[in-house]
């Protein structure tokens, strides 16, 4: 009697050929060769009766069938996956993988630091970290966390608060030097100021004040505007091309040396929440668990 499942390699070599992008990049992964990919994708076909692939010299694609096959069989893979970690788990250290995007703000100045906490606690949990402000599916990019700025729009997700982190208004002293101090909002639309283009609506944010005790949205009239990375108004700020927005856990270090300045404190008191979310959808596993209660403090 033939089992039932011994075909199970060549999945994992159709889901691992997909997330890497080429046959070349799974060998490496796997530590085997393209041509052993390539049959293992050719068994997997066959067995299953229809193409998964659309493979060229160049590119590759998913059919719609190899779509509904990838989904169904990373979901069924993920589930062995928490079987062995809840397994593992009983027995004693917490093991296992976590895959995690943040953006660049808060990859850069503030996870570090609890990454570090989490490595100290959970050593065999291995971490694989991707920092960008493109806003990742987690579901289809198959990541088990996201860090988020702002408040969720999708109810779909749960969320977890990690930080409200203050917002201040910065530049350089040479640009002091250039252009003057404005004493007010109004005087801060004469001035040259450094905008980030928020990927998913590729219009810049407002910029954010207390005034009187109420909160306040203000449009800035841009002089240079900055996509992909938002640490990049901070570094143009700094080399005294402008007046820019940011957080406080960014320009600290910056304001305490002397290389930017706070501009218009009477303004300041908002500030934007940055969250870890995940999919309901996903089982916890321990790993995940671990993961979540370090990453908010908890026991």
Same mark, same amino acid.
């Given at each position: ?8 390699? @060549? ?18 992964? *796997? ?5 052993? =990919? ?23 694609? *998913? ?15 993920? *589930?062995?996956? @928490? ?16 895959? %995690? ?8 100045? &503030? %996870? ?18 991707? =920092?960008?402000? &493109? ?18 729009? @999708?109810?779909?997700? =749960?969320?977890?608060?990690?930080? @409200? ?28 100021? %450094?905008?980030?283009? *928020?990927?998913?609506?590729? &219009? ?45 856990? =960014? ?12 501009? %218009? ?6 500030? &934007? ?27």
């Amino acid at each position: 009697m033939s089992r039932k499942y011994d075909h199970l390699g @060549d999945v994992e070599t159709f889901v691992t050929v997909v997330e890497r992008g080429s046959l070349t990049a799974a060998a490496v992964a *796997l530590s085997t060769t393209p041509s052993v =990919i390539s049959r293992a994708l050719a068994r997997l076909e066959a067995r299953l009766g229809t193409q998964l692939l659309r493979r060229t010299t160049r590119s590759l694609g *998913l059919t719609d069938a190899g779509r509904l096959y990838l989904e169904q069989t990373r979901a069924a893979l993920s *589930l062995i996956d @928490d079987a062995e970690r809840a397994v593992q788990a009983e027995g004693g250290e917490v093991t296992g993988r976590i895959r %995690l995007s943040a953006p660049t703000t808060f990859g850069h100045y &503030r %996870l570090p630091a609890l990454l570090q906490r989490f490595a100290e606690r959970y050593p065999a949990v291995r971490v694989e970290l991707n =920092i960008s402000n &493109r806003n990742v599916d987690l579901a289809a990019d198959n990541f088990d966390f996201a860090i988020r700025q702002g408040f969720l729009k @999708d109810s779909s997700m =749960i969320a977890r608060k990690l930080e @409200d982190a203050e917002l201040v208004l910065v530049c350089a002293p040479a640009y002091v030097r250039r252009r003057g101090l404005p004493r007010d909002l109004e005087a801060l639309a004469e001035h040259d100021c %450094l905008t980030f283009l *928020l990927p998913s609506t590729g &219009r810049s944010f407002p910029w954010q004040f207390m005034r009187d005790g109420e909160e306040l949205d203000w449009p800035p009239e841009t002089a240079l505007q900055v996509t992909d990375d938002a640490l990049g108004v901070v570094s143009l700020a700094e080399a005294g091309l402008g007046i820019c927005q940011t957080f406080r856990f =960014i320009a600290q270090e910056r304001l305490e040396r002397g290389v930017l300045v706070e501009l %218009l404190p009477e303004l300041k008191g908002r500030s &934007r929440p940055f969250s870890l979310i995940y999919t309901p959808q996903r089982r916890m596993t321990a790993a995940a668990r671990a993961f979540t209660n370090c990453l908010l403090d908890q026991p």
